[in-house]
């Protein structure tokens, strides 16, 4: 057991050497005073089958990996300007916005708003001049939309502050730029300036979990540190960037969090997960035969209290397999809340409907967005008083009376923000007469459909006009435009199929007559 402890240290101690971050210190007592206990122990490191000590698997995983990436990368358009930019200052530059729109977007959804993005504003400087409402209707609906507004005030301190110029290191691309933590800064350092740092993300954390059988919790500060302790002793030397977006790629198309693809990972000679998935295929093979054998328990490290091995109450489950790692805490279940939400219409000068949005507050959730006037609710208020509070609201901001009873109800709308479970009650109410809106509210406009969409709006706004115009019967209206589902017969214009509603416009047309 010594020499399992001492072979641990001196690969941890390697580990660190590497550029990983120390370990914090121990803590002391004051001076002069008496503790009422013995300080505990520093935790020992963890053995040495849970890190990366041979020299040559190193090498040879570096190798492995950057040749399954250069045969079978993804052509991404964020990689293509990293490779072919000379400017270094525009190549961060596009690495980052890369990077900031990844974080928990998918790829597929990234690749037009980037392409947008870098066409209408290619280089920081020109990103620092525009408005943040030009930067809020770009990134309506890719959602984590203060990712944006960071973006741009990170973009304007580079311009004023720093001649223009990047920082050319992760440390100082984390110190210097506001939004920019420790990945970010990792990976525009490595894939821009050739800086060896390594970066963990959650596929990184997924492919290091399952290589070394790391089963604590992955989400925990100490895990976290020693993933990064991985990361920055398997970076490539010479090839950073791509080793860093293999490792990732890695994750997102082979290393999948389910029905990973074990048989074509260019890795899986140095996954320990799998080789425990291999050892019980063995021995079930070996008992069909009566020839059985124990399995180690590849788990078992051998060190009780071990802070990368899965707790005693969390053993491997073997129908798992590899999916056993990596394991994470119990999420945190979204807060639930209710917004009453009011689509206020009128006819504009040309006859199309028009809307009236507001501005949100410059901070908190979806800032600076706009959004159709809403109103927080208290949980299990019953609808009359739903719509008091409404019309209330509506009325102290046009500045005249709004009859609660006017207030048509469409439905309920949930949409899920990342710790936010949000429904909206969603009203509506036509306006045959303008009016005056009170200068001292929100900014505010009326706009068209169209208008609508091209404006900052959520996507939760969205799924409210698409609900409300649902009710209205537009969507299903022949001529307009949109499309009846497969099967779906056009309707006379004097008739209705049993149980459809009419529409507003239906309703009032006088009878045809026979």
């Not at 990972?265 to 291999?278: G, N, S, Y």
């Amino acid at each position: 057991m010594s020499q399992l402890r001492a072979a641990a240290a001196a690969a941890a101690g390697g580990l660190r050497r590497s550029g990983g971050r120390a370990a914090p210190p121990a803590r002391r007592s004051r001076k002069g005073a008496s503790p009422r206990k013995a300080a505990a122990p520093a935790p020992a490191p963890p053995p040495a089958r849970h890190l990366f000590s041979d020299p040559a698997e190193i090498e040879a995983l570096r190798r492995d990996l950057l040749a399954w990436y250069d045969k079978c990368k993804r052509d991404l358009p964020w990689r293509t300007r990293a490779a072919t930019e000379p400017d270094a200052d525009r190549r961060a530059y596009a690495v980052w916005v890369s990077e900031i729109m990844l974080q928990q977007t998918q790829v597929a959804t990234v690749i037009d708003y980037y392409n947008r993005w870098m066409q209408k504003w290619p280089t920081l400087q020109a990103l620092a001049q525009a408005s943040l409402e030009e930067v809020n209707e770009l990134w309506a609906g890719l959602g984590y939309y203060s990712r944006g507004k960071r973006l741009q005030e990170a973009a304007r301190k580079v311009v004023s502050e720093l001649a223009g110029q990047m920082p050319r290191t992760a440390e100082d691309l984390q110190k210097l730029l506001p939004g920019v933590g420790q990945y970010t800064a990792g990976a525009i350092a490595s894939i821009s300036y050739g800086q060896a740092t390594g970066v963990v993300d959650g596929n990184v954390i997924r492919v290091l979990c399952r290589l070394r059988c790391i089963g604590a919790d992955s989400s925990s500060p100490a895990v976290i540190d020693w993933l990064w302790d991985m990361a920055n002793a398997l970076v490539d030397r010479s090839r950073p960037g791509d080793f860093n977006q293999a490792l990732m790629e890695l994750g997102a198309t082979v290393c999948v969090p389910k029905a990973p693809l074990c048989g074509e990972c260019p890795v899986k000679q140095h996954c320990r997960a799998r080789l425990r998935v291999e050892k019980e295929l063995a021995f079930a093979s070996q008992k069909l035969f009566g020839k059985a054998t124990p399995v180690p328990d590849v788990e078992d490290c051998g060190a009780g209290g071990c802070p990368l091995c899965p707790p005693a109450a969390e053993p491997w489950d073997s129908s798992l397999g590899v999916t056993n790692f990596p394991r994470k805490a119990a999420k945190k279940q979204p807060r639930v809340a209710r917004t009453a939400t009011c689509v206020l219409e009128r006819r504009g000068c040309h006859g199309d409907h028009e809307y009236l949005i507001v501005q949100r507050p410059s901070s908190g959730l979806l800032a600076g967005l706009w959004e159709f006037p809403s109103l927080p609710l208290a949980q299990d208020l019953q609808e009359e008083k739903q719509k008091e509070a409404l019309a209330d609201h509506l009325q102290a901001w046009m500045g005249q009376p709004v009859v609660a009873g006017d207030l048509q109800l469409i439905g309920e709308v949930v949409h899920i923000f990342s710790h936010i479970h949000q429904t909206y009650v969603v009203y509506s109410l036509s306006l045959d007469r303008d009016v005056t809106l009170d200068p001292a509210s929100s900014p505010s406009r009326w706009v068209t459909e169209e208008e609508f969409h091209a404006s900052a709006v959520s996507t939760a706004m969205k799924k409210v006009l698409k609900a409300c115009e649902k009710q209205r019967g537009k969507g299903s209206s022949p001529g307009q435009g949109s499309k009846r589902k497969r099967g779906a017969k056009a309707q006379g214009t004097g008739s209705t199929s049993p149980g459809t509603q009419l529409s507003l416009h239906a309703f009032l047309r006088p009878p045809t007559a026979p």
